[in-house]
């Protein structure tokens, strides 16, 4: 809980210049858009954009962002200090910069000396006046500047004197925030804690005008701060390949940085950045900081999985605060605690991050999972015990042969409603062909798939053609169906997994389908266990389709309740 008193962090987004140098991470303009205009209404006070000059589709991002601007948060372009031995007034890059238009502009430079020597191949002397040079620059021309102190860390341990004189090249020339970045990802919190303490330690003696911070041989030559300006603030910006990129993260805000940089779901190179999605209510709900608003935290979720989708990545289930898994409760002594106190397994509460929690059905399951998911779907089995436990039982039994439902509760449900006596028939599938036809030379193959179904009693037969044979037989039953339920041309099959359970007994191994339907506000994920492929598939399609007109007829039967 924050309250006015709460002390404030800024938020910096780096999603969509950092994150996209995920391997396998791809976005266009519209997808870059779409992602700046969703943080901005989830409250990111800094968005940085990309580098402007770098690529043509980041110069068109920033030039649409000028005609149709953030509501709130700045957008920031990055770039890197000028090139050796040239001057900030004359290089291109920095031109680049400038026409992207943003108030802010996030500069780089070597904070480590060994890459000073060996990337830029330059004196270090040179490299300090890089620093100044492009930072003055830019000051020059109206803009305000984060510095980001790229592998700080690491200079920091291997050469102190020098890494801190890069600071002090930058709070010279006008910087206004300086980031220390574990570029690298190898630092450990009680690291990061101790330098980062230093280094807000130095910058309150270099305000105070002692002006000696510099450890350095030149350390008396420390240049004056303009006392016009204001107090340099430190910010951190971790990655993660030891693991500890959002610890670090928390360990500098505790030391004294009052900036975070990170990305959403902790996308990044490599092993990634510290992921925004747990910094933020673990910064906000656990330390009493202010990041965003309580309102704008219960869009987490929400922001996690649109950016997901938008980038064309699966989602972790099991992320903290955001997966899906995150509050999913499997034990039955687990679910019958969390049913009498969530805070017997729960450090949060879900909805605080827009969450929820979930009872998972599987063989582990007790009784309590039962009621608590029939609840879940609307249905009161408290006064039905007996029912209750032949639905255990028979969950139990199907999930010996190889049925999964935790992750296919859609299956689950219309295994209740049948228990129950009280599922619906919509159609009655009679039977189904597949035909493949596989033609040398040829890459793809062609498959027809006939369904013979009935309706209200009335037989259809169709036939379909997909490019495989479970795409036929999806495409069929829809086609036998949409004339009697035309809204399941709104159904979208949007994910299909296979997996084989017995692989020893080899291609007569059994098969579990799980394929996961929607309609463009809910999903739903149903299964089939076959040692046949298509019969699996068959299963789950067709229970796809059925639960879907299942929650359309219970959402009418809403409408005409409430009117």
Not at 86 to 93: I, L
Not at 247 to 273: L, S, W
Request: glycine share 8%.
């Amino acid at each position: 809980m924050t309250t006015n008193s709460s002390p404030q962090l800024w938020l910096y987004d780096t999603t969509l210049r950092d994150g996209t140098q995920r391997e396998g991470l791809s976005v266009s303009i519209e997808d870059k858009l779409r992602i700046a205009k969703r943080l901005d209404q989830l409250g990111v006070p800094f968005i940085e954009g990309g580098w402007p000059g770098a690529n043509p589709k980041d110069v068109q991002f920033f030039w649409q962002l000028q005609e149709d601007p953030l509501k709130l948060a700045e957008i920031v372009a990055f770039c890197s200090t000028r090139r050796p031995n040239s001057t900030a007034a004359t290089e291109p890059m920095l031109q680049d910069i400038l026409a992207a238009g943003t108030r802010w502009v996030t500069i780089f430079g070597k904070s480590w000396d060994l890459h000073v020597t060996t990337s830029l191949k330059t004196t270090l002397e040179e490299n300090l006046a890089m620093i100044r040079d492009t930072i003055e620059y830019l000051r020059s021309q109206g803009r305000r500047i984060i510095y980001d102190a790229e592998h700080w860390f690491d200079g920091y341990k291997h050469n102190p004197d020098y890494a801190l004189q890069t600071l002090e090249a930058a709070i010279a020339s006008g910087a206004e925030w300086l980031v220390l970045c574990d570029t690298n990802g190898g630092t450990l919190p009680h690291e990061i804690s101790q330098i980062v303490q230093d280094v807000v330690r130095m910058t309150g003696e270099w305000a105070m005008g002692n002006g000696k911070w510099g450890m350095g041989k030149d350390s008396s030559q420390s240049p004056i701060p303009n006392p016009q300006s204001p107090i340099p603030q430190i910010g951190i910006h971790t990655h993660n390949d030891s693991e500890m990129a959002v610890a670090n993260a928390i360990a500098a805000v505790m030391a004294g940085a009052k900036m975070v940089q990170g990305t959403i779901n902790g996308y990044g190179e490599r092993c990634g950045n510290a992921n925004l999605c747990s910094l933020i209510p673990n910064l906000q709900l656990k330390l009493g900081y202010s990041c965003i608003t309580e309102d704008q935290l219960t869009q987490l979720t929400e922001a996690s999985r649109f950016v997901s989708e938008v980038v064309n990545l699966a989602p972790d289930e099991h992320a903290p605060f955001v997966g899906l898994s995150a509050f999913a409760h499997k034990g039955g002594i687990h679910v019958s605690a969390v049913e009498r106190n969530p805070l017997t397994y729960e450090h949060i509460q879900p909805e605080q991050v827009g969450n929820h929690r979930r009872i998972v059905i599987s063989e582990q399951s007790g009784l309590s999972n039962v009621l608590a998911k029939a609840r879940s779907f609307g249905i009161d089995l408290e006064k039905l015990k007996a029912e209750a436990k032949q639905i255990l039982q028979r969950l139990k039994d199907l999930e010996s042969e190889g049925f999964q439902f935790e992750a296919a509760e859609a299956s689950f449900a219309l295994l209740m409603h049948e228990a129950l006596g009280g599922r619906q028939k919509f159609f009655e599938v009679k039977g189904f062909q597949v035909h493949c036809d596989l033609i040398e030379g040829k890459e793809t193959s062609n498959a027809l798939a006939t369904v013979k179904i009935a309706v209200d009693g009335k037989n259809i037969l169709e036939a379909a053609e997909g490019n495989g044979p479970v795409a036929a037989l999806d495409a069929a039953l829809r086609k036998a169906l949409v004339n009697f339920y035309p809204q399941i041309a709104t159904f979208d099959l949007t994910d299909y997994k296979v997996r084989i359970l017995n692989g020893h007994t080899g291609t007569a191994a059994k098969t579990r389908v799980l394929v996961e339907s929607g309609n463009g506000r809910q999903r739903w994920t149903t299964v089939g266990v076959s040692t046949n492929i298509l019969e699996a598939s068959y299963q789950a399609v067709v229970e796809g389709l059925e639960y879907g007109l299942l929650l359309h007829s219970q959402a009418e039967v809403a409408v005409k309740a409430s009117t």
